[in-house]
């Protein structure tokens, strides 16, 4: 889930808890959530009454208040920051509360629901130590496990690819025998070969080493899938744009995912320190 800043709602599915990551200041209010479509939209940020009195406290399990009032983005089983937060959570504080309002959505993919989720003076906890360095544990191993997924998808949609390559003919022969096809398929086999190793070294990195493992991961992966859903497409010509074929579903799910824990020049940001630019 990710706490915006501005007008309008959190995106998200599933029922019960959900986290947020409250900014440590007010701010000025940005696009922070995400339409389902690819575009932003603008969400307030949390705010937090404390109990018995109107003072607005934004850190309500800081200071002892539980009243969260706003509206969040929340995918199912994510818990995440938008593009906003990523600046501003600095002393914030990762608190679980219940949603008084889902609303459902329709998102660019169809097979990972969403809904937007409002809170109006919802009783809110203390998740993990509450600080930053919770939420980035949260982020990080979300987007470990989002590499994974990545990967299984561009190694689907480059065995899609194959298949059709091998099966389609034209010119009397295979298309995959013609060496633009070859040449596309073996850069796309680079690619997901490569993402693989990123994400098999996140999934087993140490609580030190997560951190950056995870930014490579989360970089190298989303923008893998893409690039394989995207060729996967070409490769099938204009039956992959079709609802007939699969291959479309795949390319929705690969532009989501990437901007599901940031996009992949959030991460790129924030390894530059450690390769010292």
């Known amino acids: 889930m990710r706490a915006a800043g501005g007008r309008g709602g959190v995106r998200g599915a599933g029922g019960g808890a959900v986290a947020a990551a409250l900014p440590a200041d007010g701010g000025a209010g940005g696009r922070g959530g995400h339409d389902g479509r690819g575009r932003g939209r603008a969400a307030p940020p949390a705010a937090a009454d404390r109990r018995g009195g109107g003072h607005r406290d934004r850190h309500p399990a800081r200071r002892g208040g539980s009243d969260l009032r706003g509206r969040h983005a929340e995918r199912r089983r994510a818990v995440h920051a938008g593009r906003r937060d990523r600046a501003r959570v600095r002393g914030g504080v990762l608190v679980e509360a219940e949603p008084t309002r889902r609303t459902p959505l329709v998102p660019l993919d169809q097979t990972r629901p969403l809904c937007a989720l409002a809170f109006d003076r919802a009783p809110a906890r203390v998740a993990g130590d509450g600080g930053r360095a919770a939420w980035e544990r949260v982020r990080d191993a979300g987007l470990a496990a989002l590499a994974a997924e990545q990967v299984g998808g561009a190694a689907a949609c480059l065995a899609a690819s194959v298949a059709h390559a091998k099966r389609r003919h034209q010119f009397g022969r295979p298309i995959g025998s013609f060496q633009a096809i070859q040449h596309k398929l073996a850069d796309v086999l680079l690619l997901v070969e490569s993402a693989r190793s990123a994400a098999y070294a996140a999934a087993r990195a140490t609580p030190e080493d997560l951190p950056v493992a995870a930014a490579i991961a989360g970089?190298?992966?989303?923008?893998?899938?893409?690039?394989?859903?995207?060729?996967?497409?070409?490769?099938?010509?204009?039956?992959?744009?079709?609802?007939?074929?699969?291959?479309?579903?795949?390319?929705?799910?690969?532009?989501?995912?990437?901007?599901?824990?940031?996009?992949?020049?959030?991460?790129?940001?924030?390894?530059?320190?450690?390769?010292?630019?």
């Not at 995207?230 to 010509?237: A, C, L, T």
Request: overall charge positive; some cysteine.
């Open 219 to 277: 970089s190298y992966c989303a923008e893998a899938y893409a690039t394989a859903a995207g060729e996967n497409i070409q490769v099938h010509g204009g039956i992959g744009i079709t609802w007939e074929h699969d291959a479309h579903r795949h390319l929705k799910r690969a532009t989501t995912a990437a901007r599901l824990f940031g996009p992949p020049q959030a991460h790129r940001a924030r390894l530059a320190p450690t390769a010292g630019l």
